[in-house]
């Protein structure tokens, strides 16, 4: 998770409909897995099942999603990570990865205990390349949330892809961010990123993501709950109400 780049880069997003990036502290927060049970781990310890805390489970990927390789060139180095391809299946199923490159567990300086994942190629037993911080995630709530969110701990301005999905495993919505971050340089402060169904209604069972960040990341604090402010179709529907009532009179 050390980072290796030069210049700073700031957060963009691109949402595509069914799913809002909504100010993280913002939300009304149910529920939160912190890991804190694995704060003093000094290096990655391994899970090869799925997790489950705090009304929450965590694993590799979604049934029906295809787990792939994205490979690239990184200052003169192949690097890899996990991509997810494909579309969930119904009923929506979380999976664990293969042995070794599933979930692993590592305490972080000043943030308690972290989870992150498996890379294609050293999966949880080493940082680097293809390694502890490389792998895709997984994360399904006991029961259908309207918002749910996360803070990223040592991103490197890299691309992280969200998917959302309900209960059936349909797709709600997605959304590439890409993170902030020192290229070619050192960590940067976490980034905490907040989401929520445009209908502001509960229908998030779960969602998934992949990245390409250089060198990978690690997890903490994942919440869920309800709609931070009125949903923007919410605000739609108000906003015409008022004006027919105005017609009306």
């Known amino acids: 998770m050390t980072a290796l780049f030069v210049s700073v880069v700031a957060a963009t997003s691109s949402v595509h409909a069914g799913i809002t990036q909504i100010n ?6 149910d529920g939160r897995e912190s890991f804190d049970a694995f704060s ?22 979604f049934n029906g999603q295809q787990l792939a390789v994205e490979t690239a060139s990184v200052g003169g180095t192949t690097q890899s990570w996990d991509r997810l391809d494909g579309s969930a299946s119904g009923p929506l199923t979380l999976m664990a990865g293969a ?27 080493s940082f680097g390349p293809g390694g502890f911080g490389s792998g895709s995630i997984a994360v399904m709530f006991n029961t259908d949330v309207a918002a749910c ?21 349909s797709l709600i919505g997605s959304t590439s961010i890409v ?24 229908e998030i ?28 179709g919410a605000i739609a529907v108000l906003g015409m109400a008022g004006f027919l009532g105005r017609r009306r009179r």
């Open 99 to 125: 042995a070794n490159k599933n979930l692993g567990f590592i305490g972080f300086p000043g943030q308690g205990g972290v989870i992150s994942t498996g890379g294609p190629v050293l999966g949880t037993t």
């Open 40 to 61: 003093g781990a000094s290096s990655p310890v391994n899970s090869d099942a799925i997790y489950s805390h705090n009304g929450m489970s965590f694993g590799k990927y």
């Open 179 to 202: 993170l902030t971050g020192i290229l070619l340089g050192g960590n940067t402060p976490p980034e905490s990123l907040g989401f929520q169904s445009d209908t502001g209604a509960s």
């Open 149 to 169: 969110g996360l803070t990223i701990i040592g991103q490197n301005a890299g691309t992280a892809n969200f998917s959302f999905f309900r209960r059936d495993g």
């Open 24 to 29: 993280y502290a913002s939300m009304t927060v």
């Open 205 to 232: 069972a779960g969602f998934s993501m992949w990245h390409n960040d250089n060198m990978g990341f690690g997890m903490d604090d994942f919440v869920f709950g309800g709609a931070a402010v009125p949903a923007p």
